[in-house]
């Protein structure tokens, strides 16, 4: 298996426009997770999915940031309109027994 | 969830064993310890997990004490490769509990030749 796939692996925007992250979870894995790392910060849970459906979206920051999960093979993190604090490494992560995680290996996120 | 203390810093020479601590004094009944890693510029790795018992895979070594106040994970043979930051998380391993790990600051091994 090739893991979790995550793109693009980096992304450089301008403040205002709208990013979108995406998730492709290990096969058979019904959980997917995504995180945000920053050094101030650490590693954060943003929102976690069960058999597509969220189930805990309490970390989301705020209402510029929305996640989809529209099959088990795909996940969405969307941020609209982007800000400067919002730079981050943002990790998708899949499971099937959590809390035994698989993490991709991020999208490194510049706002400017 | 139980907090967990770890040193910010190690070392540990190649081919050495490398002996990480984790202090979790209020760990509860049915609390387990979990071991990630994350080396630089990639997403955290699951390396082992236990309640009690002590356990080892392919990976490591997760030795718990018998008052289970605290922890060591052992990597048996370091190498260069092993050189990141080790967390220890303490969660409680129920379904419909949520999965916010606390991941910490962790400890950060420097492996040297």
């Known amino acids: 298996d090739a893991g979790v796939i995550q793109s693009p692996r980096h992304e450089v925007t301008e403040m205002g426009q709208e990013v979108t992250l995406r998730c492709k979870p290990i096969s058979g894995h019904d959980y997917l997770f995504w995180y945000r790392q920053t050094m101030m910060r650490g590693l954060e849970l943003l929102i976690y999915f069960n058999n597509n459906v969220p189930i805990d979206d309490s970390g989301m920051p705020e209402d510029r940031f929305s996640a989809k999960m529209p099959n088990a093979s795909f996940s969405t993190l969307k941020i609209q309109p982007s800000e400067p604090r919002d730079s981050a490494v943002y990790f998708c992560?899949?499971?099937?027994?959590?809390?035994?995680?698989?993490f991709g290996s991020g999208t490194q996120l510049s706002v400017l | 969830d139980a907090k967990t203390t770890q040193p910010p810093s190690m070392d540990c020479a190649e081919g050495r064993a490398a002996n990480l601590p984790c202090n979790h004094s209020?760990?509860?009944?049915?609390?387990?310890v979990y071991w990630y890693r994350q080396i630089h510029s990639q997403g955290p790795q699951y390396i082992i997990h236990g309640l009690k018992n002590n356990e080892t895979n392919e990976m490591a070594s997760l030795i718990i004490t018998e008052d289970r106040k605290s922890s060591t994970l052992i990597l048996p043979h370091a190498t260069l490769r092993d050189t990141a930051v080790y967390y220890c998380?303490?969660?409680?391993?129920?379904?419909?509990?949520?999965?916010?790990?606390?991941f910490g600051k962790g400890t950060s091994l420097l492996v040297t030749p």
């Open positions: 998380i303490v969660r409680v391993d129920l379904s419909n509990s949520g999965y916010a790990l606390n």
């Open positions: 992560a899949s499971s099937v027994v959590p809390p035994k995680l698989f």
């Open positions: 209020t760990i509860s009944g049915n609390e387990y």
